[in-house]
């Protein structure tokens, strides 16, 4: 069955990076677009952007380009996030979420990485 | 970018009966529109997609319908584990932002 793990929990202090893994497992990961979904506490779903697992492309949505990058290890079904440069204001759950057979919906998601930053 | 809307932002309702939540979508996005359900300290979960196709293993009493810019989901008889919040998505323009969800609680 297919499965998205995520990394654990994360205290971080302002000014530090931090680096979240997402592995996939119960399907070829090449062929399926791999997410990234930001949820601040109390609040919605934001879509960070994308990375293409074939090339490796990343796509960065407005708001999430500079001190984010994705980056993938195909050799372990992995795509990673790393945040530089963590703000207050990154405390939030990071998901990975897996796009669909070509449509564009996510049809599945890692449990999700908690991310605090505080001094 | 296309601004997607969700009414109401709270929505009451006693087990057993309907629910009907509403999504609308600032532009056309076709029949491309998803919804999730979160419960709290859990990921979002993909209800439906393709506007009314249910997901894998998604019980019978969801129902998508729409097209075009307005899109309900509807819980034909709310069960206890139907309480969560619901956000919908557009993916026919990038970027494929979700609404602001609607909570459904207990009344």
């Known amino acids: 069955q297919v499965q998205l793990v995520q990394s654990g929990s994360e205290l971080k202090k302002p000014g530090a990076s931090v680096k979240v893994s997402c592995k996939a497992s119960?399907?070829?990961?090449?062929?399926?677009?791999m997410n990234w979904v930001r949820q601040a506490p109390g609040q919605g779903l934001e879509w960070m952007g994308w990375?293409?697992?074939?090339?490796?492309?990343?796509t960065y949505a407005q708001g999430f380009t500079g001190r984010f990058v994705f980056s993938l290890d195909t050799s372990v079904s992995t795509a990673y996030l790393q945040i530089s440069s963590l703000k207050a204001e990154d405390t939030a759950v990071y998901y990975c979420?897996?796009?669909?057979?070509?449509?564009?919906?996510?049809?599945?998601w890692g449990q999700g990485t908690l991310v605090t930053v505080s001094s | 970018e296309i601004v997607m809307t969700q009414s109401p932002a709270t929505l009451s309702v006693s087990p057993g009966e309907r629910a009907t939540l509403s999504c609308r979508a600032s532009q056309s996005v076709s029949s491309n529109l998803a919804w999730y359900q979160q419960k709290p300290g859990q990921a979002p979960r993909l209800l439906i997609y393709g506007a009314s196709t249910r997901a894998t293993g998604i019980p019978a009493r969801f129902s998508g319908s729409g097209s075009g810019t307005e899109f309900t989901l509807t819980i034909s008889s709310l069960q206890s584990e139907d309480f969560a919040v619901y956000y919908c998505?557009?993916?026919?323009?990038?970027?494929?932002?979700f609404g602001p969800g609607t909570k459904v609680d207990i009344k």
């Open positions: 990375i293409n697992t074939n090339t490796g492309n990343p």
């Open positions: 998505q557009q993916y026919n323009n990038w970027p494929p932002f």
């Open positions: 119960g399907y070829t990961f090449t062929s399926y677009a």
């Open positions: 979420a897996r796009e669909g057979d070509g449509s564009g919906e996510f049809d599945y």
